[in-house]
């Protein structure tokens, strides 16, 4: 169990860091890089939500810090409770949980497990949310309708988080809406890293699904040194898109479509289908955020898209696994 049998080393000394028995070198080298949270605590404590246990295991096992042992369940009546079974007292404690579907319970397994925490006298409390739901509330859209990012993120803060780690935000100002450190770590690298790996020497062109997108698609297109199309896509209602125009000339190319969510797939397969009818000879995308509603796989699997490529900050379901179109 980590935070028992504590030795020092003659490099920690130096470093004013301390070695658990069961981490290895890379977890100290980790350990030096934190440092002393200058509130008593010396060293990180990995806490899993359920959203996905399965990134959380991965995170572990890549930091070589095994996850602290916690319940988090639900009474008969659904309400949830947690409890954190090893000590957390003046520790660095990361709570790993995406709010995805289902978003509210998520997020309330999230808000619980802080003030536990808080309640424990951790600390410094890290809210680790690789995918941040609500983030496409976060503006009014109409008359009389809510900033639903904008309350999450006071949520968030008021359960006593010290600060935010999440990734592709929807967009980037939300970081404004918490009054706490929030960082918003981007999956391009890993994305750029595999299309050169897979696609190195085609020429490529790089196109933002809608001109919300652009910048993001731009950066793309220039880490990989492609061209970049954009789809003009309207939205008649929520969960419905249209596509308008393509600005860009895409005839002949393999079109790379790059995009933070994908719901109810509509955006990505109106897209390819408008990208093929203007001759683009493959189209694959790239996503963050597979959220992955209504049946979202399978209106992909029927779509002209020849590859949807998605990071693993939401668990797909079994089946959704299964699709051929997926990776
Ligand atoms: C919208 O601005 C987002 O970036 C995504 O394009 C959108 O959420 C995708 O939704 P859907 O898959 O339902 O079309």
Redesign the pocket.
């Known amino acids: 169990m980590q935070g028992t049998n504590t030795k020092t080393t003659e490099t920690a000394k130096t470093q004013g860091v301390t070695e658990e028995s069961s981490c290895d070198s890379r977890a100290l080298r980790l350990k030096a890089d934190i440092g002393d949270t200058g509130k008593g605590g010396t060293f990180m404590k990995l806490i899993s939500c359920n959203a996905n246990r399965p990134l959380s295991e991965a995170i572990a096992d890549h930091l070589d810090c095994p996850l602290t042992d916690a319940e988090v369940k639900n009474f008969s009546d659904n309400e949830i409770f947690v409890r954190i079974n090893e000590n957390v007292r003046g520790e660095d404690v990361f709570v790993i949980q995406s709010t995805s579907r289902p978003a509210n319970d998520n997020l309330m397994e999230l808000l619980i497990c802080i003030d536990a925490l808080r309640r424990a006298s951790a600390a410094r409390i890290t809210a680790v949310i690789p995918y941040f739901g609500y983030a496409?509330q976060d503006r009014k859209t109409d008359g009389r309708t809510p900033i639903s990012a904008k309350l999450v993120a006071n949520l968030i803060s008021a359960s006593g988080t010290d600060r935010v780690l999440t990734m592709d935000l929807?967009a980037g100002q939300i970081q404004g809406f918490f009054d706490i450190p929030t960082d918003n770590m981007i999956a391009l690298p890993v994305m750029v890293d595999d299309i050169q790996r897979r696609m190195g020497s085609e020429k490529l062109m790089v196109v933002s699904?809608?001109v919300?997108?652009v910048v993001r698609a731009r950066s793309f297109a220039k880490r990989i040194g492609a061209d970049l199309a954009i789809v003009d896509?309207r939205r008649p209602e929520a969960?419905k898109?249209e596509v308008m125009n393509i600005i860009g000339d895409v005839e002949g190319r393999k079109c790379i479509l790059v995009?933070?969510?994908?719901?109810?797939?509509?955006?990505?397969c109106?897209a390819a289908a408008a990208l093929k009818e203007k001759g683009a000879t493959a189209v694959s995308a790239y996503i963050t955020h597979g959220?992955l509603?209504?049946n979202?796989v399978g209106r992909i699997e029927k779509s002209v898209m020849d590859e949807l490529v998605i990071c693993n900050t939401i668990l797909p379901s079994e089946a959704d696994q299964k699709s051929k179109k997926l990776r």
């Open positions: 496409r929807h699904p809608d919300g997108g896509k969960g898109s995009d933070d969510i994908c719901d109810s797939g509509g955006t990505l109106n959220v509603s209504n979202a």
